[in-house]
């Protein structure tokens, strides 16, 4: 008799975690308002929706993403951006630009060889990622290795000339 309360127990707790298809859609909803916030530069209402859509489905990873980047460049909250992109990735291991607003982070926090590390496996999952070439050159810049920075910087240019990384 203990072991089936111990069971019903646990089934009832994996349940209470996994959130209905209408949280799924109003976590959508709010993350979708959070990126439309962002775009428009207007912050503090760009966090609200990323935790709305959080409140509601903690799994949703690009809503860690979002706030990650609201954190990181709206507020200077650079450690906290660096736990929502690593949650990002426990979520969702392919999200090339996860790893490359990591990498970012790391590099804010005086953590290149991280940082080249993220931008490296960016580059593993989307060998195009001309952001994750321009960002490794400025990372390989900081450590001195310039053939690489300019290496990376030219595949980057190539890649998206919009981006204009210097040729160091």
């Known amino acids: 008799m203990r072991s089936i309360a111990l069971a ?5 707790a994996a349940c209470a ?6 949280d799924r859609e109003t976590a959508v909803i709010h993350n979708d308002l959070g990126t439309e916030a962002l775009r428009a530069n207007r912050m503090q209402q760009a966090l609200q929706e990323y935790d709305e859509a959080l409140k509601t489905d903690e799994t949703l990873p690009d809503a860690h993403l979002g706030r990650g980047l609201v954190l990181e460049y ?3 909250r650079t450690d906290e ?7 990002a990735i426990q979520l969702k291991p392919g999200i090339p630009l996860a790893y490359t607003n990591r ?7 005086g953590q290149v ?9 960016a580059l593993r999952i989307k060998p ?4 994750a070439y321009a960002n490794r050159a400025f990372a390989y810049k900081r450590l001195g290795q310039l053939d690489k920075a300019k290496a990376d910087a030219k595949r980057s240019m190539e890649l998206d000339p919009m981006l204009h990384v210097p040729s160091f």
């Open 81 to 87: 951006a660096e736990a929502e992109y690593r949650r």
């Open 103 to 109: 990498g970012v982070a790391y590099s804010r926090l």
């Open 128 to 131: 195009d990622f001309a952001l």
């Open 74 to 76: 709206g507020f200077g």
């Open 17 to 22: 975690h996994t959130p209905s298809a209408r």
């Open 113 to 121: 060889e991280r940082a080249i590390q993220d931008y490296d496996q």
């Open 8 to 12: 019903l127990a646990l089934a009832l």
